[in-house]
């Protein structure tokens, strides 16, 4: 057994036991529980300090361990309804509408199948390695002084190889996740009330920076080949943007790849509009096996710094390895620097530590192939399995990369009905409309192959969905 068991099972035979003593009663001592119970000394400490932490017990050094009072609830009388008034009378204060952020970060809970979740389950995780990789994060030399505000310059060199010319280390800054790249690119470059181009569908996180930081998402139509660039010169004629927020590679959710007769026109676009190209590019490093690579990154081709590149670790390793690249030329650089140090002084040096020693290994390399191997298999596992249960549903787009499916529904399903059927029937899937920035064209789920344990899951997760399906009135 673990020690992590260990104490979990330490911890709720204590707990089960707390009602025999007296409120400040006292416990029997550490040695006497190692004696009794026949565990270590390590794992009786950790419960005990398992219990404090829950204020279950109390510790009193030198006297021992007692068991606490019950905490009181503190009514609460106040009256907050003014918030109300001082908060809707204020013309430059925006509701904040995370509605897609918080779909996509809520856990279902025990026993329902997760298709829905934008993160690795921790069995894709490179756990092992990024235990190791912290570890000897924090015997460098300095690991816990301030790190420089641009980031530390081994991980902005590994960041500017890794997307390649024309990035260099000075063209990058290393930011706290693609989420945060995102909003500090977006505040940087866009001005409050103004346009910002978006594929369509797209990213329910970008819609939300941009809508908390004052911008209006104005939606540009894509099909398997990326966005359209005819509909595109059109927007950005129409509307007068200077913002473009794209995701080339494996775009979610529909998984398209921006094709190579394409790249081109869009960057010619923007730049004929003095605009500028975010290029969201979250998922490169989860390309699938046996398909063909995708294209370089749109900033390779672009001389000019119209592209303002985001590349993150977040996707591949962890979602608490929260280390991202924001890559850009010219004065837009200094404009994203300045914002990130006002709102984030700098990405903790222990993080961008363990990050360049996580990439800097061997491990990187394998853990990427066996994540590409296991994502590739979980999408065949899903595609076979809807196929299989679902055979009147439209066929989906098989995506080469990423971790999702877009599946259209039959015009006359109800996605938000059929969503709340899945989870009643054991399975979270997303509805489509979170995706799209103004009305949608028709119904839509987004799959998540990815925040399961198994493929196993997955195929019991569609067929979980398939008897919501049927079991729906008409």
């Known amino acids: 057994?673990?020690?992590?068991?260990?104490?979990?099972?330490?911890?709720?035979?204590?707990?089960?036991?707390?009602?025999r003593y007296p409120i400040d009663g006292k416990?029997?001592?550490?040695?006497?529980?190692?004696?009794?119970?026949?565990?270590?000394?390590?794992?009786?400490?950790?419960?005990?300090?398992?219990?404090?932490?829950e204020g279950l017990v109390i510790t009193r050094p030198g006297a021992g361990v007692f068991r606490a009072p019950p905490r009181r609830e503190s009514a609460v009388t106040g009256d907050v309804s003014w918030q109300e008034v001082s908060l809707s009378s204020q013309s430059g204060l925006r509701a904040i509408d995370a509605t897609g952020v918080l779909t996509a970060l809520s856990d279902p809970p025990s026993g329902v199948i997760d298709l829905n979740g934008g993160y690795t389950h921790p069995s894709l995780q490179p756990e092992r390695e990024l235990a190791a990789a912290s570890a000897r994060a924090g015997r460098r030399p300095g690991a816990w002084t301030r790190p420089p505000?641009?980031?530390?310059?081994?991980?902005?060199?590994?960041?500017?190889?890794?997307?390649?010319?024309?990035?260099?280390?000075e063209n990058v800054l290393v930011t706290a996740g693609g989420q945060s790249a995102l909003t500090t690119a977006l505040r940087a470059l866009g001005a409050p009330g103004a346009p910002v181009l978006v594929e369509s569908p797209t990213y329910p996180g970008m819609l939300a920076i941009a809508r908390a930081s004052g911008l209006r998402p104005v939606p540009v139509p894509i099909d398997r080949d990326g966005v359209r660039p005819e509909l595109l010169a059109d927007a950005f004629r129409d509307t007068g943007a200077r913002l473009f927020v794209c995701q080339p590679a494996f775009q979610n959710p529909t998984g398209a790849v921006l094709c190579a007769e394409r790249r081109a026109e869009v960057l010619r676009i923007a730049r004929d509009a003095g605009a500028f190209v975010i290029e969201d590019d979250f998922a490169r490093l989860m390309a699938h096996p046996g398909s063909p690579a995708p294209p370089p990154p749109l900033v390779a081709d672009d001389p000019d710094g119209v592209v303002v590149h985001i590349r993150s670790l977040t996707k591949p390793a962890s979602p608490n390895l929260r280390i991202s690249a924001l890559a850009a030329r010219g004065p837009a650089l200094e404009r994203l620097r300045g914002l990130h140090a006002v709102e984030s002084f700098f990405v903790p040096r222990p993080l961008q530590e363990t990050a360049l020693e996580l990439v800097s290994s061997p491990?990187?390399?394998r853990h990427l192939r066996t994540l590409a191997a296991a994502l590739r298999e979980r999408r065949d596992v899903a595609v076979s399995a809807l196929r299989e249960f679902l055979p009147s549903w439209r066929a989906?787009?098989?995506?080469?990369?990423?971790?999702?499916?877009?599946?259209?529904?039959?015009?006359?399903?109800?996605?938000?009905?059929?969503?709340?059927?899945?989870?009643?029937?054991?399975?979270?899937?997303?509805?489509?409309?979170?995706?799209?920035?103004?009305?949608?064209?028709?119904?839509?789920?987004?799959?998540?192959?990815?925040?399961?344990?198994?493929?196993?899951?997955?195929?019991?997760?569609?067929?979980?969905?398939?008897?919501?399906?049927?079991?729906?009135?008409?």
């Open 1 to 19: 057994m673990s020690d992590g068991s260990s104490v979990a099972n330490l911890v709720t035979q204590l707990r089960s036991e707390l009602e």
């Open 149 to 169: 505000i641009c980031g530390l310059p081994e991980l902005r060199a590994w960041f500017a190889r890794d997307i390649g010319s024309p990035v260099n280390v």
């Open 363 to 365: 491990a990187w390399a």
């Open 396 to 474: 989906v787009p098989v995506p080469t990369g990423g971790y999702h499916l877009w599946q259209p529904l039959p015009g006359s399903a109800d996605e938000v009905t059929l969503t709340s059927a899945a989870f009643r029937a054991g399975v979270a899937v997303t509805p489509g409309r979170l995706y799209f920035a103004a009305e949608a064209p028709g119904p839509y789920l987004r799959l998540s192959y990815v925040s399961t344990a198994t493929g196993a899951q997955v195929r019991d997760g569609i067929r979980r969905l398939s008897q919501a399906y049927q079991e729906l009135p008409g």
């Open 27 to 53: 416990l029997p001592s550490s040695r006497e529980l190692v004696r009794q119970l026949k565990v270590s000394p390590v794992t009786v400490s950790r419960a005990i300090a398992a219990l404090a932490s």
